[in-house]
């Protein structure tokens, strides 16, 4: 593979050397111009058909030994071991650990670049994702013939790491298409930068002082301009795209409120829905509590009415014990007569006016109507009254009553000469069992029945007086 592509390529500094792309080659991609990935590939195909014969066999095998490179580290030190100066850094040569040093952000730094622009499913695995890692490997070649140039390439790769650290800061966000043909659009400015170098690190001493005598211009610097370009047109898109971001945000807000709202609308009215039929149920129960409870008071006053009918049936039919009428009748005639006959007239009289002012007022009461339902019961009702109205006589009577109760046995009445009346009565001696008498003065209701036997009690009394 390597003679053939030898054969094809012409002589070094020919203005017709342009090398063939074959399907052979490790790090070619076939793809269109058009999309990002045919920008990157089209830039690798124009550096690889800037070089001369030998660093393009150089840069092939390059990419070929990358295959067995799995992170930035391992390609790292694979660079390390294609420079000879890069190698005398084991020996402790200052300049071999200042190169390092400036390479290291830049493999890194592309190697998240890569990543992020998603140029092949892993960027670091692809050939042509190797091809700028080739880039950096073929320029430390060239610079291995000119000894006194590697001050410069330091200087060089710190201004190519400066770069790359701000795209690696840019590439940790979601890259959009534009900001990713731009990514890549740096990627091939930087590969740019790397082949101008390469071809003054070509040129003889002669001829490089030559093109800078006759030459109006600074390639590098217009190579570093050009990649700053392009950093700042990143930076634009990444302003545009927030812009772009903010607007899709704010419009999804305004969605997200629209369905928040929608959603809020429809369970508060489902919410209003509830709260309706529950309200429309407690009603309800309500309802049929309301009839339940008058059904249930109407059946209490039922029930009340007939317990208070059974109550006073019970109390009318309730079992007495026997009593002997006839024996309470014996006995209220038997104290009646007791009394004069015009006394006896009045009690009757009075006993068969309180009888019938019963039996009238058990007619025009409800309540005796229940109570007092025979005559016998009108009766039983009416001794005790007739009881306590004759005893309430009785102590009238009694109350009437003048007629003294006489003297004590063994009562002696002496009458002196002067008409004195002295009465005589034994009396219990305190010392002993004999009696002794004391006189007194009686009065004169005391002495009547015994004075004037036969002579009416007031007519003797006023006498005596």
Not at 328 to 338: C, D, E, P, Q
Request: aromatic share 6%; charged share 25%; hydrophobic share 40%.
């Amino acid at each position: 593979m390597f003679s053939s592509v030898r054969r094809r390529l012409k002589r070094p500094g020919s203005p017709t050397q342009s090398p063939e792309v074959t399907d052979s080659d490790p790090y070619h991609k076939t793809s269109t111009s058009g999309d990002v990935d045919g920008i990157w590939q089209n830039a690798l195909d124009d550096y690889r058909r800037s070089l001369p014969p030998d660093l393009c066999d150089f840069s092939i095998r390059f990419v070929n030994d990358t295959e067995r490179c799995r992170t930035s580290e391992d390609i790292l030190n694979l660079l390390q071991g294609t420079s000879v100066r890069l190698g005398k850094r084991r020996e402790g040569n200052d300049l071999a650990n200042r190169l390092r040093s400036a390479l290291k952000p830049l493999v890194y730094g592309l190697g998240v670049i890569l990543d992020a622009t998603a140029e092949t499913a892993s960027a670091l695995n692809a050939p042509a994702g190797k091809g700028i890692f080739a880039a950096v490997a073929v320029l430390l070649k060239a610079a291995d013939r000119v000894s006194d140039i590697f001050d410069d390439l330091e200087r060089l790769l710190k201004r190519m790491s400066e770069f790359v650290e701000r795209l690696r800061v840019r590439v940790r966000e979601l890259l959009m298409d534009g900001s990713r043909r731009i990514v890549v659009k740096a990627l091939v400015e930087i590969l740019k930068a790397f082949e101008l170098a390469m071809r003054m690190l070509k040129r003889g001493r002669i001829q490089h002082f030559v093109h800078a005598l006759f030459s109006k211009g600074d390639d590098i610097k217009s190579a570093l301009q050009a990649l700053a370009d392009v950093t700042s047109e990143e930076e634009r898109m990444a302003i545009a795209e927030l812009v772009v971001g903010l607007g899709q945000l704010h419009a999804k807000v305004d969605d997200m409120n629209a369905s928040v709202s929608t959603v809020q609308s429809e369970k508060i009215y489902g919410m209003m829905q509830e709260n309706t039929a529950s309200n429309s149920n407690i009603l309800t129960a309500l309802e049929g509590l309301r009839e339940a409870n008058a059904t249930q008071s109407s059946r209490t006053e039922i029930a009340l009415g007939t317990q208070t009918t059974i109550a006073g049936q019970q109390e009318v039919v309730r079992p007495r014990s026997p009593r002997d009428y006839h024996a309470l009748g014996r006995m209220l005639r038997y104290a009646v007569s007791r009394f004069s006959s015009e006394d006896q007239d009045v009690l009757w009289r009075a006993f068969a006016t309180m009888f019938t002012w019963a039996v009238d007022a058990a007619g025009e009461s409800s309540q005796a109507m229940i109570t007092l339902t025979r005559v016998a019961q009108v009766a039983e009702s009416m001794i005790a009254m007739t009881v306590t109205f004759l005893f309430l006589f009785m102590i009238w009577r009694l109350g009437s009553v003048s007629r003294p109760l006489g003297l004590s046995p063994g009562s002696i009445i002496i009458v002196d000469v002067l008409g004195e009346v002295l009465f005589s009565s034994p009396r219990p001696s305190q010392r002993g069992r004999t009696r002794t008498r004391s006189f007194c003065r009686p009065s004169a209701a005391a002495l009547v029945p015994h004075m004037y036997k036969g002579v009416s009690t007031a007519w003797a009394t006023q006498n005596i007086s």
